[in-house]
Each structure stands twice: as structure tokens, then as C-alpha cells.
């Protein structure tokens, strides 16, 4: 049973995994890279192809005679920039970013699992983190100010008359 509650909690923050524990952490680690990988490596292969014809047919419309001169241009250069393509894929694309992302999430989860330390989403437990500590804090400043306000009334009217 953990780990089947393994498979589905493990992105989660740790403090909500609830007992769940063993190679059920291994397993949906290496789905979630598996499946955010693969789709990656999809996504980019048909963006990376597109870019390259486009790369392509410029270079080839660039290589041929200069109109007005009859030189040929040299269009070499302009294939370089298909080493950019990933780049590109990153920065303008939506589900390269999440993929990528769920990606590096996956290859984190599965380190903390192999070193002995398994913990769940890091951007996920950043942020619990935060909302936790900070959810905690306002709660302690406002038992406190509240106890205060009760001493304060719960004193007699006569005590600071002396």
C-alpha cells in the first residue's frame, strides 16, 4: 500500500506524504522523467524542425547570386544559429518550459532518492515551505498580541491607580 501512496503523493512536500515510502519514491520519479522526458523530446524535435528548414531555406536563398553584384553571398554563418534552437525552444515555447521543468523536478526527486533524503516537488516544497513558516508565524504573532489584549482586560481597574 505505500507504495501505491508512494506513486502519487511523492511530488507533493514531504510533510504530506503520510508514511508513504520505498522504491514506490523510485518508481514515480522515474515515470514522471519518463513521460515529462519523452514528451520533451518530442515537442523539441518537432520545433527543431521547423527551425531548421526555415534555417535552410534562407541559407540556401542567401547562397545564391547577389543580384545587383553577381557574387555569391556567403551564407555559412547563418547555419550556426541552429545551435540556438534549444534556447529558442525554452524561451518561446510554454510546454518546453513545463516540460523542462517537470523534467529537472524529476532528475531532483530521484538524486534526493538515491542519496537517502527523498523529497517531493522543489518548487511545490519552496513554496509550502514559505506559506507554512509563514502561516505559523502570523499565527504565533497572533495568539500573542491576543493573549496580551486579555491580560490587559482581564485586569482590575484599580491596579495601575497605585
Do not use: C
Request: proline share 4%; no cysteine.
Amino acid at each position: 500500500m505505500a507504495r501505491i501512496l508512494a506513486l502519487f503523493v511523492t511530488f507533493l512536500p514531504r510533510r504530506y506524504w503520510r508514511g508513504a515510502h520505498g522504491v514506490g519514491i523510485l518508481i514515480s520519479g522515474l515515470l514522471q522523467l519518463g513521460i515529462a522526458g519523452g514528451a520533451l523530446v518530442s515537442n523539441y524535435s518537432r520545433f527543431a524542425s521547423s527551425v531548421s528548414d526555415t534555417v535552410a531555406e534562407v541559407t540556401i536563398e542567401a547562397a545564391e547570386s547577389d543580384p545587383t553584384t553577381g557574387r555569391k553571398i556567403q551564407a555559412g554563418h547563418a547555419m550556426a544559429l541552429g545551435a540556438l534552437t534549444p534556447i529558442g525552444f525554452v524561451m518561446t515555447s510554454k510546454s518546453g518550459r513545463l516540460l523542462l521543468y517537470l523534467v529537472i523536478s524529476a532528475i531532483v526527486r530521484l538524486f534526493g532518492y538515491a542519496t537517502d533524503h527523498p523529497w517531493g516537488d522543489p518548487l511545490l516544497t519552496f513554496v509550502d515551505d514559505i506559506l507554512h513558516d509563514g502561516l505559523n508565524s502570523i499565527g504565533r504573532r497572533g495568539r500573542s498580541g491576543l493573549r496580551a489584549v486579555q491580560s490587559w482586560w482581564r485586569r482590575a481597574p484599580g491596579e495601575d491607580d497605585s
